[in-house]
């Protein structure tokens, strides 16, 4: 099957007729796939590199969209701006340390 969008996904929950895209349907448009994709590649230089550097990265992809005539661009580039604000500070509130993927980890259950 082809990558439904979180759109198609939703659709198919409420309406039992609608088909969701097969193994021969063409790839969600990129303005679809582009926010999820640069929100996640910041959260890793977030981790690697550190706030800033997230903040850089997701400016300098976003910069086109964060200015777009188009409402529905300019108000998702901003909501993922916020989201990643909203996650850099979760993650400073929870004051844990990031571990990656792979790496193991030795922890105590209480």
Same mark, same amino acid.
């Given at each position: ?6 759109? *198609?996904? &939703? !659709? +198919? ?5 609608? $088909? ?6 063409? /790839? ?8 999820p994709t ?13 706030? *800033?550097? &997230? !903040? +850089?990265?997701?400016r300098?992809?976003? $910069? ?6 188009? /409402?529905?661009?300019r ?18 509130a ?17």
């Open positions: 099957m082809a990558d439904a969008t979180s759109h *198609q996904l &939703a !659709r +198919a929950i409420r309406d039992v007729g609608f $088909q969701l895209p097969g193994p021969a349907a063409p /790839p969600p448009p990129g303005f679809l796939v582009k926010f640069v929100a996640k590649h910041a959260v890793r230089v977030m981790h690697q590199s550190g706030p *800033q550097s &997230a !903040r +850089a990265y997701l300098s992809k976003l $910069q086109g969209e964060l200015n777009h005539s188009n /409402p529905s661009m108000g998702n580039a901003t909501n993922t701006m916020q989201a990643l604000e909203n996650y850099i500070a979760a993650d400073a929870d004051g844990k340390t990031f571990v990656g993927f792979g790496h193991p980890v030795i922890c105590q259950l209480a």
